[in-house]
């Protein structure tokens, strides 16, 4: 389907009542310390890994690879115009680690899905770089965004995602220079969670999750992320902290105007006991030794409305931060 035959989003669309109720993103990003990521053409089911032109066996057994682990496994795919109808002869695939200190992105390609159970989605967890070592790599130093399209789990990430990573992907080619060379930045994705703030995107490897995305704020992502700075608009947080430690770090980075990838981590994350809502403190530590105690209450919304589209509705717990307190 072209981009000028999408349907337009309907006014109940839980990504525009999300948006006009002011809904805070901060803090909603999906929790993986790892991604992994393959190509495949042609439509996904809900459940993509196993509704697909993939082999609903292998998705299976991809998908069961992950089970207590932080890998969150993916399908991908060049968007509208850019892909081929048929599934290629050799798929691209990308493998990355999010931990700050062990981030990394890997990519090659397969002529076999099925070579991916080579991975070692242990080592994958945590971050070690021989996870992929059983497969023909490389290790990229530029980044990939993946924008959510998977109509078949909400019609919002179709009807708004696909505009925008069919956009994005253009800017991003008139954009890139000879040293950004390398293999497509701008792939459509399946659910990254998160569908009331479509367009949702994920920057890889360093984890960081996009809502409300357009065309420029996806390609002022990938340009800001190619010079290690995080773009705080419409950023959700890192998938490798929890959702409060996601709201914290971001909440610190704008009090100290430091964006640079790897300059903030979250260390630590406590749940208060004995309060009315839930409510927790998180330690935010800098690259040069300072350190944040900072306070996250958490909000069961006060207008109701749907966490996706044709879902009943309901009151999602949002997160605000309440004080940075310096600890040295």
Not at 73 to 87: A, N, Q, S, V
Not at 107 to 131: K, N, Q
Not at 243 to 251: D, N, T
Request: aromatic letters at 4%; proline letters at 7%; a negative charge.
């Amino acid at each position: 389907m072209r981009d000028d035959q999408l349907p337009p989003p309907q006014p109940h669309a839980c990504a525009l009542l999300s948006r006009d109720l002011g809904e805070p993103v901060a803090g909603t990003a999906a929790t993986q310390s790892a991604w992994l990521l393959l190509e495949q053409s042609g439509p996904w089911g809900r459940v993509a890994a196993r509704e697909s032109r993939l082999d609903p066996a292998l998705g299976g057994e991809l998908d069961g690879r992950t089970a207590g682990t932080g890998v969150r496994l993916c399908l991908i795919r060049r968007p509208e115009g850019r892909r081929p109808d048929h599934d290629p002869e050799r798929r691209r695939w990308f493998a990355a680690s999010t931990h700050p200190e062990r981030t990394w992105l890997a990519t090659g390609e397969v002529s076999d899905p099925a070579e991916l159970l080579r991975i070692d989605f242990a080592a994958l967890d945590a971050g070690d770089r021989t996870a992929v070592a059983e497969l023909e790599h490389t290790f990229l130093d530029t980044p990939i965004l993946g924008v959510c399209t998977n109509g078949k789990r909400d019609v919002c990430c179709a009807t708004l995602g696909r505009r925008v990573v069919i956009a994005a992907d253009a800017l991003d080619a008139d954009a890139r220079t000879s040293a950004a060379a390398g293999p497509p930045a701008v792939w459509e994705i399946t659910h990254l969670g998160g569908h009331k703030f479509a367009p949702t995107g994920v920057l890889l490897p360093s984890g960081y999750l996009y809502g409300r995305l357009d065309a420029a704020l996806a390609t002022r992502v990938l340009t800001e992320a190619r010079r290690d700075q995080v773009v705080a608009d419409g950023c959700r947080g890192r998938s490798t902290w929890s959702r409060p430690g996601q709201a914290a770090e971001l909440a610190v980075r704008a009090e100290l105007e430091e964006w640079r990838t790897g300059a903030v981590v979250v260390t630590a994350v406590a749940k208060l006991a004995g309060e009315p809502e839930p409510a927790w403190t998180a330690t935010v530590e800098t690259e040069d030794g300072r350190a944040y105690e900072v306070s996250v209450a958490g909000a069961h919304a006060a207008v109701p409305r749907p966490e996706s589209c044709g879902k009943i509705e309901g009151s999602p717990l949002e997160l605000r931060v309440e004080a940075i307190e310096k600890l040295r």
